[in-house]
């Protein structure tokens, strides 16, 4: 008690100032401006691509405005920037009325990416009835049905595109969809014969073999092989930021927390390096790991700040491993797995029911396993009799 | 294209997005006492960047001399995509704003530029409207986040390419709000008020007992002890609630240290009275004119918010209900247990006394503390 505090007559709009203010400072992390020293003090670059990929004035005519679309797009995603999502937003809008059916597809893109889901659907179903030989509509249909846990409607899909792509292509479509169904065996098999044959010669394609194969192998519980697979695809796309974190998650899987933190520590600037840098930060007793901890969570609340929840699984994997916050993680967890039934957030579910000792979490992550026949290492751990 | 197509199909699936999406922030402050206005909006200067040419000398790099060069710009071509209004409809009326200095500011995904303006409205804002267009052009995903605190009141709003435009506080909503958090200040600032509560309690002390031939007596009934409380609270409350309005409407004002001594003596007096009941045989006349003093420290916490002059009315209310709730929380905490324990040795002749003593020498130290 204070009581003999001679600044008692101060304390109390000292206190209601605190009340006042107190949500603020909770909720923002709005920081206190200055002014730099100098004028050569450097406050922001600017890389080439991105000054490229904003001219000052937008495409007159569809088919540039496609290729500039196709081009932000798929740096943001490289680059993990949704920043270029909204200028292609841009770029496509003076020929959305009604869009052609690859403008169409350039916008379910835009959608999946911000995980707005049954937009992208909606919209992918509407353009498949009328123009059923787009078969990367069919592509990209089949993954969003993959990741939402509507495997017959994801299987379908790949088959429906057979009609317009290549055969490699619709084996790859249907393989990521058996690794969730009960054949992940026999896609395994089938993704490494096809490694070791000539039938895959565009590297594109390898990387996404070899993307699958080295997923399918941490699922089966062979770290070796999927560095292999791993290292093949980061030889073919070493800046693709997907592989890169593939490779960070085995890490962090096999304890080396070192490795995750030299790789990734100049990437900070990206949330989902950030939440691995954290992760390991945490685990080894890194110097600069509360700071991770920390400029995450900034970020998260930032996110909240302006209402958006794309970072849910992240969100999720930072209560559980970082916080550590079992029951919140749980809850995050929750809402993920309304959105997205991937062998992560499945993975994450489990996790978390097991941490916050929750049967009906743990329930729901078993029903969906055995509807399925899901098969998967990590889930063994948390059910030995459950698998073969 | 099927380069395209594989790549996308592998990547579709890949974790959620690294950098920050495109938002800005917004401060806006004002009062219904003042027509003028004031606020701070960042802007990451990668957006800036896309509306207006950072970098004049074409080296990848802005530097803050650069940014500083464009503050013509900002003022004229940036400052104009906010409009703030009063009023609503046709009687609206702009509040044309200035840009009145520039600095940098980082924020979780690089350096702003962070923009101080001013505005001054036809008349003090009772509710502000804002339109916010910066960036759609450019950017649909584009958020302003805007915090406003009028009258100590704060409200955030999110502008989006499809929500241009917010009405701050404008509906009854608003007001009912504000009004709330005042009351809630209030009854926070009298149950965290050590002093006011001592006093009151002080006083209600003997409110259950009677003094008869020189010692404490139970008081014989239950409507004898409500009658004493309740002339107590009441009397405290009138003259509070005078000097309280008073002060705040800056028709009285005195330095702040003599207010907060002159309550520690009136702590330290009402104990006094407490085990002299002889020399103070009314207390609610007590009560009634040290509530004179009280009201005065009460009416320094809306000063020090800045909350004087005209639009005070309504959270002057609140604040007094909310003082008031927060009383008669205490009276019924303390009365009903002193009623039950009122006819006990331990009440009579420990708690009253011991309690009184212990009271009086804690308000003496305040008072020696408050006017050194």
Redesign the interface.
């Given at each position: 008690m204070s009581?003999?505090n001679?600044q008692?007559?101060r304390?109390?709009?000292a206190?209601?100032?605190l009340?006042?203010c107190g949500?603020?400072l909770v909720s923002?992390?709005?920081?206190?401006?200055?002014?730099?020293d100098?004028?050569?003090?450097?406050?922001?670059?600017?890389?080439?691509s991105?000054r490229a990929l904003?001219p000052a004035s937008p495409p007159q005519n569809e088919a540039d405005a496609l290729r500039l679309a196709?081009a932000q797009i798929?740096y943001g995603?490289q680059?993990?920037?949704?920043?270029f999502?909204?200028?292609a937003?841009?770029t496509l809008?003076p020929f959305s009325q009604p869009p052609s059916p690859a403008v169409s597809l350039l916008w379910a893109?835009i959608e999946?990416?911000r995980?707005q889901f049954t937009r992208a659907r909606t919209r992918l179903t509407e353009l498949l009835e009328q123009h059923p030989n787009q078969?990367?509509g069919w592509?990209?249909l089949?993954?969003?049905e993959r990741?939402q846990g509507q495997f017959d409607a994801a299987r379908q899909a790949c088959g429906n595109a057979a009609n317009s792509?290549?055969p490699t292509?619709v084996v790859?479509?249907q393989a990521s969809v058996q690794a969730m169904t009960g054949q992940h065996q026999r896609a395994y098999a089938t993704l490494q014969s096809l490694a070791d044959s000539p039938l895959v010669s565009?590297?594109?394609?390898s990387?996404?073999l070899q993307?699958l194969i080295a997923e399918m192998a941490i699922q089966q519980g062979e770290p070796e092989r999927a560095q292999q697979a791993l290292d093949a695809a980061l030889a073919l796309a070493p800046q693709?930021?997907?592989l890169r974190?593939l490779q960070n998650d085995l890490w962090l899987q096999q304890g080396h927390s070192d490795a995750v933190i030299a790789d990734l520590k100049n990437w900070q600037?990206?949330?989902?390096?950030l939440l691995r840098l954290a992760i390991a930060g945490k685990r080894s007793q890194h110097p600069q790991a509360e700071q991770w901890q920390h400029?995450y969570q900034?970020?998260l609340d930032?996110?909240e700040?302006?209402?958006?929840t794309?970072?849910?699984?992240?969100h999720a994997r930072y209560l559980l491993q970082v916080v550590p916050s079992p029951t919140e993680a749980l809850t995050v967890a929750r809402d993920n797995w309304q959105q997205q039934k991937?062998l992560t957030d499945l993975r994450l579910l489990l996790a978390a029911a097991t941490a916050a000792d929750n049967d009906a979490a743990r329930a729901t992550a078993r029903d969906f396993i055995d509807t399925h026949g899901v098969h998967d290492a990590a889930l063994q751990a948390h059910w030995p009799e459950a698998q073969p | 294209?099927?380069?395209?197509?594989?790549?996308?199909?592998?990547?579709?699936?890949?974790?959620?997005?690294?950098?920050?999406?495109?938002?800005s922030?917004l401060?806006l402050n004002s009062t219904a006492s003042s027509p003028d206005i004031t606020g701070?909006w960042?802007i990451a200067?990668?957006d800036l960047?896309?509306v207006t040419d950072l970098?004049s000398n074409n080296d990848?790099?802005?530097?803050?001399?650069e940014?500083?060069n464009r503050q013509p710009e900002l003022a004229q071509q940036i400052l104009p995509m906010l409009t703030v209004q009063t009023g609503q409809g046709e009687t609206a009326q702009a509040c044309p704003l200035t840009l009145t200095g520039l600095?940098?500011?980082?924020?979780?995904?690089?350096?702003y530029a962070?923009l101080?303006f001013q505005g001054t409205c036809p008349a003090a804002p009772a509710q502000l409207g804002v339109h916010y267009r910066f960036l759609f052009?450019?950017?649909?995903?584009?958020?302003g986040?805007l915090?406003s605190n009028h009258d100590?009141v704060?409200l955030?709003v999110?502008f989006s390419d499809k929500q241009r435009r917010h009405q701050l506080d404008s509906s009854g909503a608003g007001q009912w709000q504000a009004f709330q958090g005042f009351v809630?200040?209030g009854i926070?600032?009298i149950l965290?008020?050590?002093?006011h509560i001592l006093f009151l309690l002080t006083l209600l002390f003997p409110a259950v007992l009677v003094w008869q031939r020189g010692g404490w007596q139970p008081a014989p009934t239950m409507r004898g002890a409500l009658t004493q409380t309740l002339a107590i609270v009441t009397a405290f409350t009138v003259t509070h609630s005078l000097t309280l309005a008073l002060a705040t409407l800056g028709i009285i004002t005195l330095p702040?240290?003599l207010?907060?001594s002159a309550i520690a003596l009136t702590v330290a007096l009402g104990a006094a009275a407490n085990l002299l009941p002889g020399l103070f045989p009314k207390r609610w006349i007590m009560a009634f004119v040290f509530g004179l003093v009280h009201g005065l420290g009460f009416a320094?916490?809306l000063a020090?918010?800045g909350l004087m002059g005209d639009g005070i009315v309504l959270p002057l209310l609140g604040f007094n209900i909310g003082v008031e709730l927060g009383q008669i929380a205490i009276v019924l905490l303390f009365v009903p247990l002193a009623y039950l324990a009122r006819d006990t040795a331990l009440y009579k002749r420990v708690f009253v006394p011991v309690g009184s003593v212990a009271i009086m020498i804690?308000a003496g130290?305040?008072l020696v503390?408050?006017l050194?």
């Open positions: 009581w003999t001679p008692t007559g304390r109390f709009p206190a209601l100032l009340i006042l949500g603020l923002t992390t709005w920081a206190a401006p200055y002014t730099p100098n004028d050569n003090t450097v406050l922001a670059t600017l890389s080439d991105q904003t196709r798929d995603r680059q993990g920037d949704p920043r999502l909204g200028y937003q841009r809008r893109d999946q990416q995980h078969g990367q592509l990209m089949a993954n969003i990741v792509l290549p292509t790859l479509c565009d590297t594109t394609q990387v996404w993307t693709d930021a997907y974190y600037d990206r949330d989902n390096a400029a900034q970020r930032a996110a700040l302006a209402g958006r794309v970072h849910q699984r992240e991937e | 294209m099927k380069h395209c197509l594989i790549l996308m199909l592998l990547l579709a699936c890949a974790p959620a997005f690294a950098h920050k999406p495109s938002d922030y401060t701070r960042d200067l990668r960047q896309l970098d990848g790099n802005i530097t803050w001399g940014l500083r600095q940098a500011n980082d924020h979780v995904d690089g350096t962070a101080h052009d450019r950017d649909p995903s584009h958020h986040l915090r100590g704060e955030a999110t809630h200040q926070h600032h965290i008020g050590y002093d702040a240290w207010v907060e320094s916490v020090d918010l804690l130290v305040w503390e408050r050194s």
